[in-house]
């Protein structure tokens, strides 16, 4: 943070530095951070996942590290994602938890309940 905040206090060659004349310099600092440290790092990560990708091609699919029972797990896993259940959770009688209940089920009550952790999300950044 030091480097960033003198270099945005810095002018030219042989001028004393005055508080934050230069502000182009905190895009620079964003930029260079973005390109330099997220990029490289999905450029790595994306290199080694196509290399275990061919890996996986070459030597016979999605089951190569796992033993006969694990492959028995998972497909047995994977049969019991894909249903549905059959019954829905009931209605309670009592009408006030009726109420909270059709309340909680709509569509609406998870778009507001997401608008709050976003603006959570939003106040925690910017809380100093």
């Known amino acids: 943070m030091d480097i960033m905040y003198a270099a945005v206090d810095s ?22 951070i973005i390109f330099g440290a997220f990029f490289t790092l999905n450029l790595f990560i994306g290199v080694i996942i196509d290399n275990f990708n061919q890996q996986k091609k070459k030597f016979g ?5 796992m033993t006969e029972e694990q492959k028995k797990n998972y497909n047995a ?6 249903k549905k259940p059959v019954k829905p959770i009931p209605r309670p009688q009592n009408k006030y938890q009726g109420m909270i209940f059709d309340f909680v089920t709509q569509q ?9 952790i976003c603006l959570n999300m939003v106040t925690m950044m910017v809380d100093v």
Request: net charge negative; no cysteine; proline share 2%.
């Open 11 to 32: 002018r030219e060659q042989e001028e004393q530095p005055q508080y934050e004349v230069n502000l182009y310099m905190y895009i620079y600092f964003v930029i260079f």
């Open 61 to 65: 699919g999605k089951d190569i590290f």
């Open 77 to 82: 896993m994977k049969k019991l994602g894909s």
């Open 108 to 116: 609406a009550f998870d778009i507001i309940i997401m608008i709050l």
